[in-house]
């Protein structure tokens, strides 16, 4: 039996909470949050569990095994570390630190004190991204020639961060997930409308090895809600609309076939169109995979790397911090 | 009656033909082509008018007042100099000349001889925008925030420019026409998947004062068709979905109110949203419009602005030259 | 406060114990059902509630004020009895009663014993539906002309009722409510593809005076989910989709105005077509509204007549009794 | 050679000499209209042809091999029969006559005389009815269980005839074509809003042997266009969306499997969900192959049974006259 402690019981917490408990051999047995309201919320919803305010009393707690940590990213560092040096497994709210340097401070922590941190990017469960990777894999879509995101609608402005660091590590930790190649390099662009200085719109470009190319457009102000990728390989082109009830994944037989034996004027392109497939996607919640994969990775000791790691957390907060530093010069490239 | 020359019968100077023979004080005396099957058909579609392989035939002729020039970019320089210093009028297709210096020389050359030059951007001719810009003269949308254009499908690949030189002057004409503000730079990103070294699929963000942004996104290598822009302003936002039959501008009564009096981290934001209503769009061909605008200019020897004169097209070219040094340098700034 | 007994606690008991469990003045005290399995999920979702496999001690019960019926229809009658002869009021699950006499005689029991029975039709209780009542009530549609609705998926086989009994309930309640006149006459077709006899597909036509018609297409064995109705007036035309997450209704200025002064052959049709118009559609969950109006009419011993009370409950059975009727004879008229 | 008369320039004709004049050993030498504008317009899109108001001149011509007859119904017969009994093929407008007894007239005249006599089903020419029938041939669906199509829109009142015989015919003949059995009643429902009597909203459910069943939706009234047809076999499960640019067929590896060994409330039913499959639909213009495929038995002499051919010109008018009779009785079946 593990047993966990929940930091924060915001908007995400009841729902990391709800899946610990639906594990057989977990128990939550304390929720510490700093809001009174939040803490109704959770007796009515969890009865029986320990609720506190002092976030100390869980990360400090022997009784505890594992602590899930869903506060505003300022605050993951400091409780993440507390926990890891009192011997406790972590899992983490995206994105997984305010900085790369706490990231790499972590993921030593961890390895040091042989415990499992892990960051929470829930897209890389869902049927969908699992089914895209199986599909890259078998190599269907031949080599990769670019990954173009959009997640935008009318969404809650955050204070504290701006819609790149809200919004992008989804896209940012699926694309790390599915394209074989490291990014290299990052240009981002953006506009705060709002006088807090925060981009509240705001469009990345994440380059690779091999010209593949990647972009990720993240908007809280948009009137109409949008969340599709276009992927895009040499054989075949995928088309990702996570909206769609049914059919979420689409595999376009298109492409292009380019012979340019005699230079750039005689090139000769081939257009192909051929039959479209949309494979059926499993319907199981993704969190309840995750929160699972983590219990499972505490149970077998299990050291190896693992796609929702502290270096999968590491490399979308590099890229964020990057992306930061293109955005000041309004789009200049920055090596990662 | 205005006499008209036809350079080039490629794709899209069959509508060009189609559209002046349409108008009632117009003849189009002559086409020339340099390929003998594009004469072909032109000799098919429009049976007595003249037909040569020579363009001097027709800059040079003494019975033409007027030359539309419908050949790759390369060519609209000399071509249409060459008319406009024989007292031609002049129709260019977009992009207007292959660099700002041309364009700038064109508009000295024509103001100089008392000639109308103007540029193909039909798509401000269309139902859509000239709905659109009336929405936001009207001032229902507030002040703009920022405008976001896909414009991505299995495009022909072009041996001569890039998709941004190929695509985004449709965009980029419609944003000049749409935003009251002047562009002040650019930031381009993209890739080039093929040999010959010109992107085919691109990323460009517009800066404009006030924190305005624009960003086009173009792509000749998608699954999936998508021409929609997203136009946001302060009270309300706009869909504009060029491939809905019916429908296809949709303003929404939605947006975000901000009361930040006490600071960032008291920043008050409340939600708007109420209904959506889609204003009937005129189904006029644009490229009708636009060809009887351009004759009503000669008419009437109107020497005014205009939405799509030789400064029109300027202003697309800059950004489009911007664009390219942008993307050698994978996204710096480039200011206009 | 009111005391309420659940019978019956399978796919739709649970939403029913929710939400009376939600509202302030009522406690749900006491939930039947003879499934081992389902008591089994009512004791883990609501703890301290009475279970029981036992009907009789919900409708026997001195302690109970009110009883909620979400049993198969061939139950309703019996267990409606017991309960209004035993001085409770009575929430049944639709369809009301397996016949219109049994739907009489409990309206006469109720109105007798001056008791509350109501019908869940919680359609009549969405944002949409209502909505749409309030924009044919101010008379924006003009008189109505047509009603036609599809209600379609790959959905569950009821082994009791075919999938008019089953599905159509919904739209004829709607319906009902929406249009102003009565139903005269209902003409029913269908097939049933499996040994059982019971049509899962078919076609529904209701007649109304003044020519106004509805249709309801009904279907279990469809590879896609449709929820559309179409609605059209005279002055303007509606389309509810309720599968759009948003812009669930939209409201067309389209139609044709006739002149026929002369007869048929003259007849002058002049076709009509602006805008679109898509009003907010308030998303409070429809059964919330319901159970709170059942308990809103209990307290203040409201005998009029409600949108969804016995003769609501009444009108939809005697329209189903009579498409089964039209179904043996495949198709012929029966009048109600 | 084979010469071509064309009667009838209104709406439809242009279409159907564009497609004659594009076959390689046709001529159209003539063409007659009563409406003068009609020929007007004919003079303009077709110099050099023939132009006329007496249809005698056609009919009667010893010039002429083959008439194409496209006037309102009610005038196919005497022109088709003049035609035959001059010697001249026929092909004629859909519906093919206005009664089952002229169909079969025209039928034995031809082939009497040897001649061909052709119904313009275009839509069994599409892409898209011939890749379904060559799915359903191949087994794919397994045994059909119903066809369900809808075809609706704001269209154009008919003077003469009512809404089915104006939109069904189309959807009758794809449904004659894709069903290997022969339907064996009609039951039809519908109203008519104008005071002309003639139904412009209306619901046909026609009866096959072994419980198939087709469902026809037809409605001049409607606020969106739909035009979707589902098709349903006991294995898979196919949509046709007709106004999908891409992707128009859709074929689901979704249904039921039944047992029923122990009777109706031991049913056991198993859903299947599996993958969808887009096939790639050839976008060749349907009236082209038609009008080739026309001519191709003229020159063949091929007097086996065709799927456009005067027989299946008559089974769709058996289903209209059916259609009729069913209307006046407000649903009740009738034999075919």
Same mark, same amino acid.
Request: charged share 20%; with cysteine.
């Given at each position: 039996?593990?047993?966990? &402690? ?33 803490? /109704? ?89 699992? /089914? ?34 809200? +919004? ?12 074989? *190649? ?14 807090? &200085?925060? *981009? ?34 040499? /054989?075949?082109? +995928?088309?990702?609309?996570?909206? *769609? ?28 169109? &051929?039959?479209?497939?949309?494979? /059926? ?22 050291? &190896? ?8 957390? +590491? ?20 090596? +990662?």
């Amino acid at each position: 039996m593990i047993t966990f &402690g929940v930091i924060g019981y915001g908007y995400w917490g009841p729902n990391i909470v709800r899946n610990f408990m639906g594990i057989d051999d977990v128990t939550v047995c304390s929720i510490a949050d700093k809001n009174p309201d939040a803490l /109704k919320r959770a007796s009515k919803a969890c009865p029986g569990v320990e609720l506190t305010d002092d976030y100390t009393a869980i990360t400090g707690s022997p009784d505890i095994d594992a602590v899930a940590i869903v506060t505003p990213v300022s605050m993951h560092f400091e409780l993440a570390k507390e926990a890891l040096e009192n011997g406790k497994h972590v899992f983490v709210e995206k994105p997984f630190t305010a900085t790369a340097e706490q990231a790499e401070q972590l993921i030593e922590l961890a390895e040091k004190n042989k415990l499992r941190i892990m960051v929470d990017h829930t897209f890389i469960f869902t049927g969908a991204v699992r /089914k895209i990777k199986e599909i890259i894999d078998t190599g269907e879509l031949g080599d990769i020639y670019y990954f173009d995101s959009m997640r935008v609608n009318l969404g809650l402005f955050q204070h504290d961060v701006n819609v790149i660091w809200d +919004l992008a590590p989804h896209d940012l930790a699926i694309m790390d997930y599915l394209i074989p *190649e490291k990014p290299v390099a990052v240009s981002a662009t953006g506009a705060a409308h709002f006088n807090h &200085g925060m *981009e509240n719109i705001a469009f990345l470009t994440v380059y690779f090895p091999n010209n593949i190319i990647a972009h990720i457009n993240v908007n809280w102000l948009s009137p109409v809600k949008v969340r599709t990728t276009l992927l895009c390989g040499q /054989k075949k082109m +995928l088309v990702w609309n996570d909206l *769609e009830p049914a059919d979420k994944i689409k595999i376009y037989d298109k492409g292009v076939d380019i012979n340019s034996t005699e230079g750039v004027y005689n090139l000769l392109v081939s257009y192909r169109s &051929g039959d479209m497939w949309a494979p /059926k996607v499993d319907q199981t919640e993704a969190l309840k995979l995750e929160v699972q994969h983590f219990i499972d990775c505490i149970n077998n000791n299990n050291g &190896g790397p693992n796609a929702n790691d502290g270096y999968a957390g +590491l490399s979308v907060i590099k890229m964020l911090e990057a992306s930061n530093r293109s955005l000041q010069s309004r789009g200049c490239v920055v090596e +990662l």
